[in-house]
């Protein structure tokens, strides 16, 4: 998880609440995925992106979560009216571009 | 679908045991990765295999790419407690492709 940041590490929200979820990506990196995990399951692709563009958001719900990672500043996962089957772990990873991908330590939605 | 499959799903040993995880595929990818993630914790990278045959060591762990490049194989000997985890293959088709993970072998060591 070298460098990777993400915030907060717990994040608890009632239902029909936003959520916003944060990844600073390593130093020099530009290419930012976000997974989604439930317990005892492997990670999920949401959305993959580059400086201030979306290359693939095929694992994007269509409704409710948009992602964006602008010039300056962390990446960001924003989920609107939260709903309890949005609990889960969200992860960020980032990369130079390459196959390697270096993840971030998680942010943990609890849906009230 | 599931593009990567990984065997077997849950593994429990004994301390000292030998141990081999399987990653497998229908498609070629152009590199796989392997992955330890602890609970609570994000995934970390293990290893990177890109050319099919490839065998990469790391101290106690053997990675292996099929000559086909559609299969991987993760060996572990003489396993210690702290091996304990979730074990998650990724593979991808170009270095310009998301990367697929596989839904992962978790490993629990006993003392």
């Known amino acids: 998880n070298a460098g990777v940041m993400q915030n907060p590490r717990h994040l608890v929200r009632r239902r029909g609440q936003e959520a916003r979820l944060r990844c600073s990506p390593m130093?020099?990196?530009?290419?930012v995925y976000w997974y989604r995990q439930l317990p005892e399951e492997g990670l999920k692709f949401m959305v993959y992106l580059q400086k201030e563009n979306i290359i693939d958001e095929s694992g994007m719900p269509k409704e409710r979560f948009s992602a964006e990672f602008p010039k300056e500043g962390p990446s960001i996962l924003r989920i609107q009216q939260v709903v309890r089957g949005d609990s889960a772990a969200y992860f960020c990873a980032t990369s130079e571009g390459g196959y390697e991908q270096y993840f971030g330590p998680g942010t943990r939605l609890t849906v009230t | 679908t599931q593009l990567l499959e990984q065997s077997p799903q849950f593994l429990s040993i004994q301390e000292g045991e030998n141990l081999t995880v399987y990653c497998n595929s229908s498609s070629v990818f152009s590199s796989l990765q392997w992955y330890r993630q602890e609970p609570g914790e994000g995934p970390v990278l293990l290893v990177t295999?890109?050319?099919?045959?490839e065998v990469k060591k790391l101290k106690r762990l053997t990675f292996q790419f099929g000559d086909a490049r559609k299969d991987s194989s993760l060996h572990i000997t003489a396993a210690q407690p702290g091996d304990t985890g979730l074990y998650l293959c990724?593979?991808?088709?170009?270095?310009?492709?998301?990367?697929?993970f596989g839904p992962g072998t978790s490993l629990s060591v006993i003392p």
């Open positions: 990724a593979g991808a088709k170009t270095s310009y492709d998301k990367v697929i």
């Open positions: 295999v890109v050319t099919g045959g």
């Open positions: 130093k020099g990196h530009s290419h």
